[in-house]
Each structure stands twice: as C-alpha cells, then as structure tokens.
C-alpha cells in the first residue's frame, strides 16, 4: 500500500528540506564573509602596492584571510596594516547609501554588519590580526624587539581568551 509510505517519505522530504535551507544559510554566510574578507584583504594589498611592496601570498582559511606582503619600507607596516580595517569600514559606509534613500535590503544590511564586524575585530590587538601588527609596530618603538614580542604574546593570549570567552557567552 502506498499509504505506508507516505509517512517516511514526509520525515525524508522534511529532512531534506531541512539540510537545503541550511545549506542555502551556509552559502549565504560564506558569500557574504568572502565579500567582506576580499575587499578587506585587497585595501591591503593597494596599500602594499602604493608602497612599491607587492603580496607574496594570501592564505584563505575558514575563519579568514591571511595576507604575506613583501614590504619595501619599514614605515609603510602602518599604513598596511591599518588599510584593511578602513576598507572594511568604507564598505559598511558605502552599504548604508541605500537605506538613506529608502532602499532596504537584507543582504546588504547583512554585508554591513559583516564588513564591520571583520573590521572591529582586525583591530583587536593581537597577533596576527591588523592590530596586533601595529601594536608591535607601536612597541617596537618604545621597547625592544624581544620585549615586544613578549608583550604581543601577552596581549595575544589575553585577547583569544576573551573572544572564547565572548563566544561561549554569546
């Protein structure tokens, strides 16, 4: 009878309804994520190339992006390091046009809040995110290289304690 079928094909069809919506909520992330880290790991790299440096790598993982410059000049790990953040906030400004005229969108509301969230925490000071490296550029000239690195590690440790701290909270 087909009738005994029915109900396993509707816990079965459920189930993969289910696994699609969430992976539509994957996508939707990754897309999202993967926009905001591009346009934060290429304010970097404009900033290195204005530098006369270029990118010997980028290195994607699932959490984020790491970039490997080769810099020409000790004065430009400033600017490259701080390049990333402004261009992650220039994106959440620019993502707010539309709603000053009306225009609402979910994803771009989505994209704004990732952009600046990518931004917030590349400003962290620890290693090796954006802030870590000009905090140790900070250090480096108020101390020496080895109690600098020292007082990174510090902070290092003290901030990834506080975003697993943050994380198991939220």
Not at 78 to 83: I, K, S
Request: include cysteine; glycine fraction near 10%.
């Amino acid at each position: 009878s087909t009738a005994a079928y029915l109900p396993v094909f509707g816990r079965t069809g459920a189930a993969v309804f289910m696994l699609f919506v969430r992976a539509q909520r994957w996508l939707k992330a990754l897309l999202l994520a993967g926009t905001a880290l591009a346009v934060h790991e290429l304010s970097h790299a404009i900033a290195i190339k204005n530098f006369g440096g270029r990118t010997a790598r980028v290195s994607v993982y699932p959490f984020g992006a790491v970039m490997t410059p080769e810099m020409p000049k000790d004065g430009a790990a400033w600017t490259v390091a701080l390049a990333g953040p402004l261009g992650s906030f220039t994106l959440a400004a620019v993502l707010t046009l539309p709603e000053s005229f009306g225009i609402h969108s979910v994803w771009t509301e989505e994209l704004f809040h990732t952009s600046l969230a990518i931004g917030l925490l590349n400003l962290v000071p620890a290693f090796p995110l954006d802030g870590g490296r000009l905090f140790r550029a900070l250090l480096v000239k108020t101390v020496r290289e080895r109690a600098a690195k020292t007082v990174l590690l510090i902070f290092t440790s003290l901030a990834a304690c506080g975003l697993i701290g943050a994380g198991i909270y939220l």
